[in-house]
């Protein structure tokens, strides 16, 4: 079965600091992963997808095989960071199977 | 562009009731896939609709069913409401890139 894991619902850290929030995948076909995240007041929007290899707002995420993670980091963070952020499965051709989501909060 | 629009935002029924929720996609995307997203669940796949057509279903029960009209609106019904549907309905509109647009959701709340 498809499935995704964000083992943190909450992570707090200090504004500078880095910033890894985790994601762990079960799939048994070649995986297609992505990160989506929703700030405060707005909507759900990607943020980046495994298969681009770009980094957004800081962002990078690599897609690890072997472990079976798409770890979503950033060196310094920065308060606009603060919002929910979701790991998601592409699931055969047309559906997302996302994780529980984390809540990260940048302090000051 | 505009975006994925959602109508109602807000909605309260009470159980035993039904309720239609609408969404309209953003212009030229024919994919359309709908998900309940609640404290306890998160965000789980309801469906997907493609040219009119149902092309995957979640694990949902048959009270949860939906529609595409050639405009590639959608609308999402739900029969019989359950305290349990309460929840914010996301749609998501598709591109030709994969990359899922989501509208800002109706919240439903069953009493």
């Known amino acids: 079965a498809q499935r995704v894991t964000q083992p943190e619902k909450l992570l707090s850290v200090f504004k500078g600091a880095p910033v890894e929030l985790k994601c762990n995948y079960s799939y048994s076909g070649s995986p297609e992963l992505f990160w989506y995240v929703q700030y405060s007041r707005q909507r759900l929007q990607l943020l980046l997808r495994h298969i681009s290899r770009e980094s957004i707002k800081g962002f990078t995420a690599d897609l690890n095989k072997g472990e079976t993670s798409f770890h979503l980091k950033k060196p310094f963070a920065q308060e606009e960071d603060s919002a929910m952020y979701y790991c998601a499965l592409k699931s055969g051709a047309q559906k997302l199977v996302f994780g529980q989501g984390t809540r990260l909060t940048i302090n000051p | 562009k505009a975006g994925v629009t959602q109508t109602p935002r807000y909605l309260i029924k009470t159980r035993g009731q039904q309720v239609t929720l609408s969404c309209s996609p953003i212009?030229?995307?024919?994919?359309v896939s709908w998900y309940q997203q609640t404290p306890g669940q998160g965000l789980q796949f309801l469906f997907e609709y493609f040219s009119e057509t149902q092309r995957n279903k979640g694990n949902f029960p048959g009270r949860f069913s939906g529609r595409q009209f050639s405009n590639s609106r959608s609308e999402m019904n739900v029969s019989t409401l359950e305290l349990g549907d309460s929840a914010l309905y996301l749609c998501?509109?598709?591109?030709?890139?994969?990359?899922?647009?989501f509208g800002p959701g109706t919240r439903l709340t069953v009493t």
């Open positions: 998501a509109s598709k591109d030709r890139t994969y990359e899922q647009y």
């Open positions: 212009s030229g995307h024919r994919s």
